[in-house]
């Protein structure tokens, strides 16, 4: 394969009939591990995995359905025939949007409809760039770190790429959007596609015999125990 060949449209991202698959599961896991190791057995890039629940809090999400909710409680308490007490009028729709919002907490993929993609991917890059710096992948030797930062409610995965790598932008950007793109498959087909990147990157940065595993390969994740 070459960076030309490449492309965001090259892998059919098949919907899961079950979306109650745990994205992390034990296949995951195992796809994940394969792609680290056969990335950095090819060539010098460093890979981390960052696997985090969401980028952004996205409160604004719960505070439209709680209004839509606490709107919709009074005037169904207005139109229909049973009388209501002032008191009731009065707080029933409040406490009716109080739970509802709450409840949104629980709704990834509610929060992430009614969040602008615009919103959702400007979180996510800046989150996968402070986790970037935690993480310390810019700190290998031949800067040649890159972070793999995978967002789940946004349901967007960003490639932080240490400055070794500059020469392969346009390649990332692309294995980039590909990685996005699967993301509803699941963990495994995400992973799939991570190791199918270890050419490119090992023709424009082939493994030395005395390079060093600098960076832990063991994934980062607070994903656990999520559908």
Known sequence: ????????????VIYPAA???????????????????????ASAVEVVIAVRRRSGVY????????????FASLAAMMFVE????????????FAAGIVAGA???????LK????????RRHHVEQAA????????????????????????LEQRVALVADRGLADLGAFLARAEAALTMAMPSGGAEVARILE?????????????????????DAIDSDLEGVP
């Open 196 to 216: 199918s990147i270890a050419p490119v990157l090992a023709a424009a940065l082939p493994h030395a015999v005395d390079d060093v595993n600098e960076l832990p």
């Open 59 to 70: 409160l604004h999400a719960n505070l439209i359905v709680g209004a839509v909710v606490a």
């Open 19 to 41: 979306m109650g698959a745990r994205f992390l599961d034990d296949e995951a896991h195992a796809a994940f591990q394969r792609a680290v190791t056969t990335i950095e057995q």
């Open 112 to 119: 992430r409809v009614l969040t602008p993609a615009a919103m």
């Open 1 to 12: 394969m070459t960076a030309a060949s490449f492309t965001a449209t090259s892998y059919r």
């Open 103 to 109: 409840l949104v907490h629980f709704m990834p993929g």
């Open 129 to 152: 760039r402070a986790t970037f710096l935690e993480r310390g992948v810019d700190v290998t030797t031949g800067r040649t770190g890159l972070l793999v930062y995978i967002a789940w």
């Open 82 to 93: 049973y009388a209501f007490s002032n008191t009731a009028i009065v707080l029933d729709p």
